[in-house]
């Protein structure tokens, strides 16, 4: 069974789990809660990217991560379907929201909701010009704790890769860079991460058919996925040399 957990962002299984990037979190909580409606391109690339003018190969790029990362948790066929020139949609019952987090939501509308039936008590008549202001401070309370929790989990986000014993951390300047055990990092690539520097999280991946980089910027919460070839490195370089030009802005 594959779980998601959309405060660490992390698609798992019994054994292992995988990050997905913020962007591809979106989506994929989208498609998940919509499960196994269709969801138009359209819709989808406003979820992820809001108001930023981007085209349908970012949504593409995000949708082969997801897929990618079902396949690193052993999942043969990709549960997310597509249907040509409309959207996709995630095949029913394949994946679930962590109950927990479910659990964190209920606890809070709850507890809201319990507030507000003690003030509203017998007991309290002598307060009634006093019970909407008290009822609406417990629940903004109750609120703010709640998002506060979920907000130091989500800085925790990035943190949470260096306990994954199947990635090794390097150091390179001021980026926190990220690959599979036994990936050689080429000298054009260290180069380029060199000249590139950044309060930012780099994750770099190689198979037999292409590379790929997924570069976040820990402050503003944007990040880039670039995939290439050898051939198209130098493609590569300049749409990551122009991310972080337009990030330093």
Known sequence: MITYNPIKSTLSNRQNSVLVGYRESRILNLL???SPNLIK?????LH???NEMIGETSLTKSISIIRRAFIRLGVKESPIVTVPKVGYR?????VYIEPSDIAASSTVTSSIAQSKCLLSHPTFLSLRHYSDFLCYLIA???????????????YRHYEDIEHNNRLVSNAIGSLEVYTEPNLPISSELRSLLQENQCP????IEENEQ???ISWLNKQTKKSINVFYTQEKFAQASSSIKQFIASEQL
């Open 32 to 34: 998940i809660n919509h």
């Open 210 to 212: 292409y590379s790929s």
């Open 41 to 45: 391109k359209k819709t989808l690339l």
């Open 90 to 94: 995630l095949i029913e019952g394949t």
């Open 200 to 203: 930012c999280v780099v994750y």
């Open 140 to 154: 903004l309370t109750l609120l703010i704790g709640a998002t506060f929790l979920a907000q130091s989990k989500f």
């Open 48 to 50: 992820g990217w809001e």
